[in-house]
């Protein structure tokens, strides 16, 4: 069955550093998105991405974090400064739009910031 | 302001004892209601999704069931492997694929 791929599973940062966390979507989908989870709370959104842009963000999404797909497979979150509220399970996540209309996430990225 | 609530926060049965969990909604306009299962450290995992009003989806122990307002996943006779956060998300009309999450029902199934 196909799935959303994260890299790394688990970081560990010092406040302030720049954090790149690294997901391969499903191949046909055409949706992406980052969404987080602050441990003990809710899933929350933070942005998605269409052709090449961002086509909508949360207000946490703000200058400090940005999105690209280099490559055409891999999809990136980087969190330019972070800081210790930042300290969150980081889950990718793709979407068909067509067919079986569901959003599959992948198994997360576990951020520490120290 | 669209809204996603869900109880019980946390529910412990008997192996084999059945129940429900329940998830309402306020939204401006609702395109899809999302259950997924989340096991500790894991991404959430998709269970079902429901469209209109009366639909009901089944999947082993689970069914879900969907109203104008609020959805249920029923779990008949569950087993401890059952066990897991259970997340009910929303899917708003206009949008592509952003989710309005509730906090989760915490299950566990003791045998």
């Known amino acids: 069955e196909p799935e959303v791929t994260q890299t790394p599973s688990h970081q560990v940062t010092q406040m302030g550093q720049e954090v790149i966390l690294r997901c391969v979507p499903i191949?046909?989908?055409?949706?992406f998105y980052w969404y987080r989870q602050i441990l003990g709370q809710k899933v929350e959104f933070l942005v998605s991405?269409?052709?090449?842009?961002?086509?909508?963000k949360s207000e946490i999404f703000d200058d400090q974090f940005s999105v690209e797909r280099p490559d055409g497979s891999n999809f990136t979150l980087k969190i330019r400064s972070t800081k210790l509220e930042d300290s969150a399970m980081y889950f990718c996540?793709?979407?068909?739009?067509?067919?079986?209309?569901?959003?599959?996430f992948g198994a997360g990225s576990r951020l520490t910031v120290l | 302001e669209d809204q996603v609530t869900q109880s019980p926060e946390a529910l412990r049965l008997q192996e084999g004892e059945s129940s429900s969990l329940n998830c309402s909604y306020t939204?401006?306009?609702?395109?899809?209601l999302f259950w997924y299962r989340q096991d500790p450290g894991k991404g959430p995992e998709f269970l079902f999704t429901l469209y209109s009003a009366g639909e009901e989806k089944e999947k082993e122990r689970l069914k879900a069931t969907l109203t104008k307002k609020e959805s249920f996943l029923h779990i008949t006779a569950p087993k401890p492997e059952d066990s897991a956060t259970y997340l009910c998300a929303v899917h708003l009309s206009g949008n592509t694929g952003k989710l309005i999450f509730g906090q989760g029902t915490t299950l566990q199934v003791k045998p």
């Open positions: 191949s046909n989908h055409l949706y």
């Open positions: 939204v401006s306009g609702l395109r899809g």
């Open positions: 991405f269409y052709n090449n842009e961002i086509s909508e």
């Open positions: 996540a793709s979407f068909e739009a067509s067919g079986a209309n569901v959003l599959t």
